[in-house]
């Protein structure tokens, strides 16, 4: 699979968006304080409405989407149906993004970037999803992105009340990290240096029972179940470098019927994808 595109903003994005918020070095390079997330929500809502003509308003307390990172992953499912040679542009395909957020990222990027994608965007947080719905709203694309709560009361990740009878040809998902309030302190405390940026989050986008590697094993099991005659590819960022060593050992297990497509690509600390899915 061809690597992902470089991200090169134009050179005057500081200054004509929010100058308010930037400034100027000695060498003459504008710059903003990448802790401080209202500046952080400008500089995603600039690189939006420049480059794909999208609105989006994102409360500070939720996370604040990088926006070149969610590119790379919304690219990355686009190259998957080329390579499979699943799509066309006369085919409708139907997506599902699991735990969409406030900013329902994936969906806008997406579908904003080809005509022949839907979405279901789906997230436990009632207003999360009330966000979600305005942002859809705001663009125009309340007929191809549905945004649903997710109330079930099952431990499944995808619950099949919610999906019915409909088929998908892939799901994306970006999980939380932790598995508890002090899980997030010690990560924290055993960082040296001061971030880079800020990280925010509301509890259900930062944390979910067991951590981010018992959501992607419930991920693999529900892959097996439902793949491929009601979800036919799975995918899911990981997010934390000792979970994907743990799980990618655990892939590595041969099962009949499964195929795997890896993918890295350093952020910090370590972004990958894993996607499976049966034949």
């Known amino acids: 699979m061809p690597p992902l595109p470089i991200y090169r903003p134009p050179e005057n994005l500081l200054q004509v968006d929010f100058v308010q918020l930037s400034k100027q070095t000695r060498n003459s390079v504008w710059t903003i304080d990448f802790r401080n997330p209202k500046a952080l929500r400008e ?58 957020g406030a900013s329902c990222i994936y969906p806008l990027l997406a579908c904003k970037r080809k005509k022949n994608v839907n979405f279901l965007a789906l997230d436990i947080d009632a207003r999360q999803v009330e966000y979600a719905i305005e942002n859809v709203a705001r663009n125009g694309l309340e007929k191809r992105i549905s945004v649903i709560l997710n109330e079930s009361t099952s431990a499944a990740i995808l619950p099949l009340d919610i999906l019915g009878s409909n088929s998908f040809r892939f799901c994306m998902c970006n999980p939380p990290f932790y598995k508890n309030a002090t899980e997030i302190r010690l990560s924290r405390a055993q960082k040296s240096d001061l971030p880079s940026q800020t990280c925010t989050g ?6 979910t029972a ?9 991920l693999w099991k529900e892959s097996l179940e439902l793949s491929p005659h009601k ?4 995918s899911s960022l990981v997010g934390r470098k000792e979970d994907y060593l743990i799980f990618l050992r655990e892939l590595e297990q041969p099962v009949e019927g499964v195929e795997l497509d890896l993918m890295q690509q350093q952020v910090a600390p370590i972004l990958a994808q894993t996607i499976v899915s049966r034949y």
């Not at 509301?202 to 944390?207: G, L």
């Open 43 to 100: 500089l995603s809502a600039a690189i939006l409405w420049i480059h794909f003509q999208l609105r989006l308003e994102v409360p500070l307390d939720s996370l604040l989407p990088p926006i070149p990172n969610r590119l790379g992953y919304v690219y990355w499912t686009e190259q998957l149906s080329n390579h499979q040679a699943l799509a066309t542009l006369s085919e409708t395909v139907h997506a599902i993004d699991i735990g969409t």
């Open 202 to 207: 509301r509890k259900t986008e930062m944390m």
């Open 210 to 218: 067991g951590g981010e590697l018992a959501f992607l094993r419930q």
């Open 231 to 234: 979800v036919e590819w799975f």
